[in-house]
């Protein structure tokens, strides 16, 4: 039996590292990127971008490909007062979409994080484990978003396959 789900390797996609205290990091991002989440483990989205809280004065800025150049300019000026830190991780990551009627089974599957609306909000963004695999769950208006660290996309995609094509 397969799922009535669609399971998609994404193209590049520009990702930084955030780290410092809040209101920091605020400024340094609010000429170029969405404001700060008010929750940890939680996104908020702005032209196809989002930031998501990921852990204590932690942040993850995802964005299209084509804004790198953009956010590299925006992002870089030092400020000497500003005590956070801001690293371009884009290289490290591979990004999956999961989405279809069935997604949430799909991540039920690859996933113990419980993705229930009612655990995992519609702004929801945490770590998780993706068969073992330390990854970032980030969840879309039709399904989720997943990025995992790119020496292990081959063998995740795999997985993928395996449970669409309903070969657990």
């Not at 955030?18 to 969405?34: F, L, Q």
């Not at 068969?131 to 399904?143: D, Q």
Request: charged fraction near 20%; include cysteine.
């Amino acid at each position: 039996m397969g799922y009535n789900a669609h399971i998609q390797k994404e193209g590049l996609w520009t990702i930084f590292d955030i780290k410092g205290e809040a209101e920091e990091v605020a400024k340094r991002i609010s000429p170029v990127g969405p404001p700060l989440p008010a929750r940890a483990n939680t996104a908020n989205a702005i032209d196809g971008q989002y930031l998501c809280w990921i852990g204590e004065n932690h942040w993850l800025l995802l964005a299209p490909d084509e804004t790198e150049n953009q956010l590299l300019e925006g992002l870089a000026p030092h400020d000497p007062s500003l005590n956070c830190r801001v690293v371009l991780v884009s290289d490290a990551y591979s990004l999956f979409t999961v989405t279809g009627k069935q997604a949430d089974d799909i991540l039920a599957i690859a996933s113990p994080l419980d993705t229930r609306r009612k655990h995992f909000p519609d702004d929801g963004a945490a770590f998780t484990e993706f068969f073992g695999i330390r990854g970032l769950v980030l969840r879309l208006p039709n399904g989720y978003l997943t990025a995992i660290e790119r020496s292990y996309a081959d063998m995740i995609s795999t997985y993928f396959d395996k449970i669409l094509s309903g070969n657990r």
